[in-house]
Structure formats: structure tokens, C-alpha cells
């Protein structure tokens, strides 16, 4: 296959040209990383809202009245956060008529966690010429965020980060699918199959960037670095492990991640020790939310 060409000085800003019609995986390997790594790489923007809610969730002085004025500050994110909210998925099983009620049936974590999913959705998950890869990469999301979520809640472990953790943990397959759309604009990027490989390889170093520049949490920056090898220092890192678990299952289930090619891991259920009764229950309880996300 032909080579990238036409490179350019600030190629992190996604001012290059790809002139070749077809690409060489190595060289895209190259570019993405060098995009990723530059000074002024500009990762997809988040409302500021969508910051400011993860805050006060973690906030023991936040209010109810503290969290409606940020969702209040979208009015287009916050209809559709009202709508999510009232889905199967988050257990509504009457109406809910208003933010406030929302808010105070769900909680505010649930309600930060719902807010998040429609920015990302609405914002990371887009990318021309790549429309049908980032609506199954934005699914495959939001399946293993809840099911990770179920996953801590079977196991013990604190489920604080847990959806967020799930929500962003391939966000770097989106930025770099992003990158490739913006460089090759108005022209069409290269196919999916073409440049796939060098996509995964970068994804997490990606996400990790990405999830630092939004001023996460340390441990969910961490989570998403490790996510496909969750042995830190010798140790299983539980909520890496936990999002392994919650991969297997979604990709079990019709929710894999478009393009990924799955890495060869340690038993991620026998280190969490998630086997028997438990495992089937676990799968059991993940099947039926799936079943609801559709």
C-alpha cells in the first residue's frame, strides 16, 4: 500500500492532507501518535457543565438546587438528560416530570453520570465519514458502563467511577477517528478497515490525553490507560479488571467495540472472583439491562 503523504508543521491541529488512496498502518500509527503528543493537540470539547456535575457529585456540601442550575445551564442537554432519565435502564419506572424529580429519585451521581453520557454522546461520538463506526462505538459505551457498574455492585467494589470508567474507556478510538475525519477533510478519510489496527494500538494512550485534558479523576485516567492490561505493578487493578469483565460480557451479548480486535487477558473473572452461581447471576442480570439499552 502507498504511503500517507503531504505532511505538515502542525499536523497536531489536524491540518494534514492524506493525498493516498490507500495508507500504510504503520505511518498512520505514526501520525495519530504524534498528533496526540503534540503541545497543541485540541482533544473533542465537553461542555463545562458536564465537569462541573462530576464535581458536585463528589461534593458532600453539593445541593439539589446546586446541581438543577447546572443541568439548567443547557436547556438542550438537560431535555435530553430528562428523556434518559425516564428509560428502563435507569430503573424509572414511572415518569419523570421534571429535572428537580429527577435529580431526587436518582441521586446526583446517577444524574452527573446521565449528563456525562449525553455530552459525550452528543459531542466525542461524531466524526464524518465515520458515522456508523462511532454509533457502534458510542453503544458499545454505554453497555459496558452499566454493566461495569453491575459488575462492582456483584463484586463489592466501589462503584464511584464505575460508569464514567466504562462511558470513556475507548473514547481514544473516537479521537483518533476524529483526527483521521479532520486531516482528510473535505476529501473522505481513509476506510475504516485501512487504518483499524493503528487506531486500537494508539486508543488508549489516546484516551488517557483525552481524559487528562478534561481534568478527570487520576483513577479513571489510570483505568482507561490500562484497560486491556489490567496488571499494574504486578497487581490486577479492580476496576480495570472490572471493565474486562464488562467487555466480555457486552461483546457476548452484541455490544462489541467496532474494529477492536480482542486483547489476550488474564482471567479477569477469576481475579475478581466472579465465578459460579455468581458469574451466572452476574451474566444474567447484565443480559436483561442490555436487553433494555436497546
Not at 466524526?127 to 461495569?148: I, P
Not at 487506531?199 to 482507561?224: F, M, N, R
Amino acid at each position: 500500500m502507498a504511503s500517507l503523504a503531504s505532511r505538515a508543521e502542525n499536523y497536531g491541529r489536524g491540518t494534514v492532507e492524506i493525498d493516498a488512496e490507500f495508507v500504510e498502518e504503520r505511518d498512520v500509527l505514526e501520525r495519530l501518535r504524534t498528533a496526540f503528543r503534540a503541545p497543541d493537540y485540541e482533544p473533542p470539547l465537553l461542555p463545562a457543565a458536564a465537569l462541573q456535575l462530576l464535581e458536585l457529585a463528589r461534593s458532600p456540601d453539593a445541593s439539589v438546587r446546586d446541581v438543577l442550575d447546572v443541568l439548567e445551564y443547557d436547556p438542550f442537554i438537560a431535555g435530553r438528560v430528562l428523556r434518559l432519565a425516564q428509560s428502563p435502564a435507569y430503573g424509572a419506572a414511572t415518569p419523570v416530570r421534571s429535572l428537580e424529580q429527577g435529580v431526587s429519585r436518582l441521586g446526583m451521581n446517577t444524574m452527573a453520570e446521565i449528563f456525562f453520557h449525553v455530552s459525550v454522546s452528543s459531542r466525542v461520538f461524531r466524526a464524518k465519514g465515520y458515522e456508523k463506526a462511532m454509533d457502534a462505538l458510542r453503544n458499545h459505551s454505554v453497555a459496558v458502563a452499566h454493566v461495569a457498574r453491575l459488575v462492582c455492585r456483584a463484586t463489592s467494589l466501589p462503584d464511584e467511577y464505575a460508569f464514567l470508567c466504562g462511558l470513556l474507556h475507548d473514547v481514544g478510538i473516537a479521537a483518533g477517528l476524529i483526527v483521521l475525519a479532520d486531516v482528510r477533510a473535505p476529501k473522505a478519510p481513509p476506510p475504516l478497515f485501512e487504518i483499524q489496527r493503528p487506531v486500537i494500538e494508539a486508543h488508549a494512550e489516546a484516551g488517557t490525553i483525552v481524559c487528562a485534558s478534561w481534568k478527570l479523576p487520576p483513577d479513571v485516567c489510570l483505568v482507561i490507560e490500562h484497560h486491556h492490561h489490567p496488571t499494574i505493578g504486578g497487581v490486577m487493578h479492580p476496576m480495570a479488571a472490572a471493565l474486562g469483565v464488562a467487555e466480555e460480557i457486552c461483546r457476548a451479548n452484541g455490544f462489541a467495540a467496532p474494529a477492536e480486535e480482542v486483547a489476550a487477558q488474564p482471567n479477569v473473572f477469576e481475579s475478581l472472583n466472579l465465578g459460579g452461581v455468581i458469574r451466572r447471576r452476574l451474566e444474567a442480570d447484565a443480559k436483561a439491562l442490555l436487553g433494555r439499552l436497546t
